[in-house]
């Protein structure tokens, strides 16, 4: 199961939409995005990663606008047929190591091997990179569909996830990304 592991839902989920006249209040519990500004207070690496933590664990996936589903299957597609136009190149081939790699379970697209989780993500998130016509995002100035998809297809297959599951967390991947580029 991909979704968080808890979700605001009535009382709760209306006092964090008092929070901030901000759209995302709905998604996020705190009405500032996290910023890291010269001259203020540190912040560890560490604080960052559970504030982060924090917020997607928060987030609700019926608050996500009905289209946003919509664009999630397109830039998913999208980043299947980059990895698969980037799967026989010579830059995914030197990411394969197989002195390095076991076999496992997962599918490294457009090969016929299976690697494991973390193997097989990075294989294909090279793959997707490969030829550079991946999805783009102003609000994240990058790639977020190749970033986050080649690890939720492997945690998938390790995890026996849904189809609705799956969705869900690339739809927490962006706005996690999103908020974290603000």
């Not at 890291?36 to 997607?56: D, I, T």
């Not at 998809?149 to 945690?155: D, F, M, R, T």
Request: glycine share 10%; proline share 7%; charged share 20%.
């Amino acid at each position: 199961d991909l979704t968080p592991l808890r979700k605001p839902h009535g009382a709760a989920r209306s006092a964090l939409d008092a929070q901030s006249d901000d759209p995302d209040a709905a998604c996020f519990p705190h009405p500032e995005p996290f910023r890291l500004v010269r001259g203020q207070r540190k912040v560890s690496p560490m604080s960052l990663s559970r504030e982060l933590a924090a917020r997607v664990v928060a987030l609700d996936p019926n608050s996500f606008d009905p289209d946003a589903a919509k664009w999630a299957r397109n830039a998913i597609a999208d980043m299947i047929g980059c990895t698969l136009l980037g799967a026989p190149t010579d830059t995914t081939d030197a990411a394969r190591m197989p002195e390095l790699y076991g076999a496992g379970s997962c599918l490294v697209l457009g090969r016929r091997e299976r690697l494991g989780m973390l193997d097989a993500a990075f294989v294909n998130g090279t793959a997707g990179h490969a030829l550079d016509y991946d999805d783009t995002s102003k609000s994240l100035s990058g790639h977020p569909t190749v970033i986050i998809v080649p690890g939720l297809l492997a945690l998938a297959a390790m995890r026996g996830a849904s189809g609705k599951d799956f969705m869900d967390a690339y739809l927490f991947g962006v706005a996690g990304g999103n908020r974290l580029s603000l």
